[in-house]
């Protein structure tokens, strides 16, 4: 890779570690809501019927919200922080200064980040809390007491609360970064395209494999983050650059023992691409970076399988 790509690819990375400190300084009010819930549950009575639970329930439900709605909230403003130092950043390193507004700040949140706004992320992450609390609370009515499910949910809670915070915060993190960045670069004369870069390792999703070293106009196209955790950037191409120079993950998965890209890939694909040299990877992607099922793939190449 260039020097502008490794750079490039490092800030990803460095990123993504600033997000794990945002979500470090969540646990807190994740042990909070645990405690919280445990006392609730110890204070239910006994019983085997689901309409004597459901006051209870209902304050689980309200406890959990309200802890992570009160951790997305602090992150925000985490968040918030960081666009208007990397807007700042961005704009000296092209340099064009266009401080972010309070509009453009806003419209950051608003916008769709992996297909979810913000408040869609939370919202998910809040659901997928409850609903586990409450399979397990739910025991009761088997004959399990309140001490005994309070017990085991003990750990478990703020665990469930944390790993919530962690998609919400990584994922709507990334995809504010990228927005603050292509505010800056919508207001320089000469940027007029964006080049996808993806880490590429055992850990590289299928769509990031398959948008590795794309091209897109400033405004247009796909933009990280492509799913919770992606650690894949754009750097701003002006009027005439060639694109950067990247490996591209044909050359790069050849280059890889076979024991990872059958990781990566699969027995069957693997094989495939170790018998027959001219066959591309990309191959076994469709345009939007999805995989192609093993019998669809045969019945676009017969006798490849």
Known sequence: MTGIVDNAVRRAIALQRLLAGTVRRGRGRAREVEQEVIAITMATPPTQS???LQASERSLRGAIRVGLEAMVNEGADELGEMVDIEV????????????????????AFAAAHDGRTMREWADAAIRSVQVRTLRAFRQILIGRSPENVAGSLRGKIANYTLAGHDVTMRTVGAGIWAWGREWVWRAHPEIDRVQWLSVLDGRTSDVCLS????????GEGARPPAHPRCRSTVIPLY????????????????NQPQEVVTEILGAQRASMLDRL????????????GTRYTLQEFNDLFPGLG
Do not use: C, Y
């Open 50 to 52: 689901i309409g004597r």
């Open 88 to 107: 700042a950043r961005e704009g000296r390193a092209v340099g064009t200064s266009r401080p972010l507004t309070n509009q453009g700040k806003a419209a």
């Open 211 to 218: 948008l590795h070293g794309t091209v897109f106009p400033v």
């Open 239 to 254: 009027v005439g650059q060639t694109p950067q120079q990247t490996e591209s993950f044909d050359t790069w998965i050849r």
């Open 277 to 288: 040299p001219a066959m591309s990877a990309s191959s076994f992607f469709r345009e939007d």
